[in-house]
């Protein structure tokens, strides 16, 4: 199979697709693998590197989407919507449900997109998004911290605090692994955290684990209202699998804060749990509403690409080496609960039911499409 990545063109995306081991990996098993010149330079790798694992580097983004399969970090981006094809294999992250633009491109161009957020291991967790997943939820304390500060916008609040002065608050709605990293990194750094969540047996998860460092709240409006009150720093960090992140907290909501309390919206690439947030970059990070700073990047695990590179490619590499040796529709009939529920688009269909939903198209279940 000839495989391609491309460059990541979304702003201050400095992931790459793959790292040099999976190239070489692939390249043993007799895969082409096509990299676009300059593609791992943010993430530490260069060409020379690359090509000596196996690579064949190749000047343009529309050499490496000339392949079998392309392997991305990010979803697609209006400028590369001129390279969708029918049967070419996208595998990346799509989160699809705030775009229906490009969902109905990949339909529209009957391309077999493949998400990562989507696929499914046998115990129903999310394997491929989960490190990305570590890597925002401990960056979102980090970036939070930082807006705190009062040259950023913030309230002039140090999370740790010091010795006669109150420690920082840290709010995190959900406590999966997006919010148990993020109350890790916060009860490191010394602050007050408390956790809600709607899952009585992961909360009590969570107090086992944080062995009273953290408190938590079943997550209701009353509850949330509450912790706006006194909560320095608020992270959204609810997912729901392949759909849109429920809106916990509206403009009206943010009244309840302290000008210069600070919100960031790890959602945001979902949609967001925050009325008030939008997608920006790492290029302009924040921004303030209603005297509240937002952070809001969507893509934050680019900040930090080399682990973020490396932490990606140890997931999904054995899910591309079954794609590759197989092909795709073999390899997703082998696979029905893994990569089958990673297919969200096949042949101009929307195989995913959150995104059909989301987007406002028509479901069609891929065991009627292979």
């Given at each position: 199979?000839?495989?391609?990545?491309?460059?990541?063109?979304?702003?201050?995306?400095?992931?790459?697709?793959?790292n040099?081991?999976?190239?070489?990996?692939?390249?043993?098993?007799?895969?082409?693998?096509?990299?676009q010149?300059?593609?791992?330079v943010?993430?530490?790798?260069s060409?020379?590197?690359?090509?000596?694992?196996?690579?064949?580097?190749?000047?343009?983004?529309?050499?490496?989407?000339?392949?079998?399969?392309?392997?991305?970090?990010?979803?697609?981006?209006?400028?590369?919507y001129?390279?969708?094809?029918?049967?070419l294999?996208?595998?990346?992250?799509?989160?699809?449900?705030?775009?229906?633009?490009?969902?109905?491109?990949?339909?529209?161009?009957?391309?077999?997109?493949?998400?990562?957020?989507?696929?499914?291991?046998?115990?129903?967790?999310?394997?491929?998004?989960?490190?990305m997943?570590?890597?925002?939820?401990?960056?979102?304390?980090?970036?939070?911290?930082?807006?705190?500060?009062?040259?950023?916008?913030?309230?002039?609040?140090l999370?740790?605090?010091?010795p006669?002065?109150?420690?920082?608050?840290?709010?995190?709605?959900?406590?999966?692994?997006?919010?148990?990293?993020?109350?890790?990194?916060?009860?490191?750094m010394?602050?007050?955290?408390?956790?809600?969540?709607?899952?009585?047996?992961?909360m009590?998860?969570?107090?086992d684990?944080?062995?009273?460092?953290?408190?938590?709240?079943?997550?209701?409006?009353?509850?949330?209202?509450e912790?706006?009150?006194?909560?320095?720093?608020?992270?959204?960090?609810?997912?729901v699998?392949?759909?849109?992140?429920?809106?916990?907290?509206?403009?009206?909501?943010?009244?309840?804060?302290?000008?210069?309390?600070?919100?960031?919206?790890?959602?945001?690439?979902?949609g967001?749990?925050?009325?008030?947030?939008?997608?920006?970059?790492?290029?302009?990070?924040?921004?303030?509403?209603d005297?509240i700073?937002?952070?809001?990047?969507?893509?934050?695990?680019g900040?930090?690409?080399?682990?973020?590179?490396?932490?990606?490619?140890?997931?999904?590499?054995r899910?591309?080496e079954?794609?590759?040796?197989?092909?795709?529709e073999?390899?997703?009939?082998?696979d029905?609960?893994?990569?089958?529920?990673?297919?969200?688009?096949?042949?101009?269909?929307?195989?995913?039911?959150?995104?059909?939903?989301?987007?406002?198209?028509?479901?069609?279940?891929?065991?009627?499409l292979?």
């Amino acid at each position: 199979m000839i495989i391609g990545v491309p460059t990541e063109i979304k702003p201050r995306e400095n992931r790459v697709g793959i790292n040099p081991g999976g190239v070489q990996s692939l390249a043993l098993a007799g895969h082409t693998v096509k990299i676009q010149a300059g593609a791992g330079v943010g993430s530490g790798f260069s060409d020379d590197e690359l090509r000596q694992a196996g690579a064949t580097i190749v000047p343009t983004a529309a050499d490496a989407w000339d392949a079998d399969m392309v392997m991305k970090v990010k979803e697609p981006l209006q400028p590369e919507y001129q390279y969708f094809r029918p049967g070419l294999v996208l595998f990346t992250y799509l989160h699809l449900a705030p775009l229906p633009e490009l969902t109905k491109e990949l339909m529209a161009k009957k391309v077999r997109g493949i998400a990562y957020e989507t696929i499914e291991g046998a115990d129903g967790s999310l394997p491929l998004l989960r490190p990305m997943s570590e890597v925002a939820g401990r960056m979102s304390v980090q970036v939070g911290a930082a807006s705190l500060e009062k040259e950023r916008g913030g309230k002039g609040i140090l999370l740790g605090g010091v010795p006669g002065t109150r420690r920082g608050r840290v709010a995190i709605l959900g406590g999966g692994i997006v919010g148990s990293n993020a109350a890790r990194i916060a009860v490191g750094m010394g602050a007050h955290v408390t956790v809600l969540d709607v899952n009585h047996e992961r909360m009590a998860y969570l107090e086992d684990i944080f062995q009273g460092a953290i408190e938590t709240l079943y997550s209701n409006p009353r509850n949330i209202a509450e912790v706006l009150g006194w909560a320095d720093l608020v992270i959204g960090a609810v997912l729901v699998a392949g759909a849109r992140a429920p809106r916990l907290i509206s403009r009206k909501d943010l009244g309840l804060m302290e000008p210069g309390s600070v919100i960031v919206d790890v959602a945001v690439d979902q949609g967001g749990c925050i009325e008030t947030c939008r997608p920006t970059t790492h290029d302009a990070p924040t921004f303030v509403l209603d005297d509240i700073v937002h952070y809001c990047v969507a893509n934050m695990p680019g900040g930090v690409a080399q682990t973020s590179t490396f932490a990606l490619t140890n997931v999904t590499l054995r899910y591309a080496e079954r794609i590759a040796a197989l092909g795709v529709e073999a390899a997703v009939k082998a696979d029905p609960i893994g990569l089958g529920r990673g297919v969200n688009t096949w042949d101009g269909a929307c195989t995913y039911a959150a995104v059909a939903e989301g987007v406002g198209v028509e479901h069609t279940p891929l065991d009627r499409l292979l």
